[in-house]
């Protein structure tokens, strides 16, 4: 039986995500131009989400969809309304500034190319970016003013009229919280900063990233390059895409070895793993080529065809 290196992706993929929302492909333009549909975020739990982080949560109406928004206020009774088109917190407003030399031609969504929508430089906290406002839509133009009790959070899209977000649903608790956006990978757009932060700054959970975002481009190559550098700076999630690249390139007994050193770190999922593939090894004292088919079966037997 022939492995699939894509349930094999998807196996370490899941346990990347599943353990700590790392690695998420956005479906939706509610937060352009900063995330656009079809890039990829890597997010990591913090212990103190500030105002102005991009962060992952759970949507209030269905805890089963994840959703991403920046964070505009936080609780301990700050209170949060709009006033023709502006967000007001505690009172002061938050400013916009034009860009006047913007081209809607020039956004990446094609749905978002109308000459209403204009380009605006902003500052939420201490993080300064960029939003889009569509003038000519009257719906998010005022809301209520909301009162932020303890432990919640105001999330707002930058794409400023075509997001739902705390507008419509208000606060999200804490506890609702899941990660905060570390690195984006762009699907159109110029990715030299991440790379960077692999290669040049030693940063384990960009080269991570990279590796799991070219294993999914089928790019295994150079997704095992980025997986070793991560796995040579002792990152567990690292290791594991390292494995998943060993394992696609056809070097099954270094992905085994690799695994039986995150299992020696307590990572459970490689423990489980390498005794199921190493397991024959040990009782039937086999030499390793005669185990090629049998591990392939293995290996199999670990995933459902979707």
């Known amino acids: 039986m022939k492995f699939s290196s894509l349930l094999y992706f998807l196996f370490f993929l899941s346990i990347t995500y599943a353990q700590n929302q790392h690695f998420r492909v956005i479906p939706s333009e509610g937060m352009a131009p900063t995330i656009n549909a079809g890039d990829y975020v890597w997010a990591e739990p913090d212990l ?7 962060v992952l949560f759970k949507y209030p109406l269905n805890p089963n969809i994840i959703y991403v928004k920046r964070i505009v206020a936080k609780g301990i009774g700050q209170f949060i309304e709009g006033k023709n088109f502006k967000i007001v917190v505690n009172g002061k407003t938050i400013e916009e500034e034009e860009r006047q030399d913007f081209d809607p031609k020039r956004l990446i969504s094609q749905k978002l190319r109308r000459s209403d929508i204009k380009l605006l430089k902003t500052k939420t906290g201490e993080k300064e970016h960029y939003i889009l406002h569509d003038f000519s839509i009257n719906t998010n133009k005022n809301f ?49 900063k991440l790379v960077s932060s692999c290669m ?39 290791c594991l895409s390292y494995a998943a690249t060993l394992r696609i390139l056809g070097k099954r007994w270094e992905a085994i ?17 390498a005794v199921k593939l190493g397991s024959y090894l040990e009782v039937h004292e086999m030499p ?3 185990f090629e088919d049998i591990i392939d079966k293995e290996f199999d037997t670990l995933f459902e065809e979707d």
Do not use: M
């Open 200 to 238: 040049v700054d030693s940063d384990s959970s960009a080269c991570n990233f990279l590796a799991l975002i070219l294993i999914k481009k089928k790019q295994y190559v150079d997704a095992h390059a980025y997986a070793r550098k991560s796995c040579e700076l002792e990152d567990n999630n690292g």
């Open 257 to 273: 070895n690799t695994l039986n050193i995150l299992c020696q770190r307590k990572v459970i999922y490689a423990c489980k793993t």
């Open 144 to 192: 209520k003013k909301t009162v932020l009790p303890s432990g919640t959070y105001f999330l707002i899209g930058d794409n400023r009229d075509f997001s739902i977000d705390s507008r419509v649903w208000g606060g999200v608790h804490q506890k609702d919280i899941l990660s905060k956006v570390k690195y984006v990978y762009y699907k159109n757009r110029d990715n030299s």
């Open 288 to 290: 390793k080529e005669a």
């Open 48 to 54: 103190d989400y500030a105002v102005g982080d991009v």
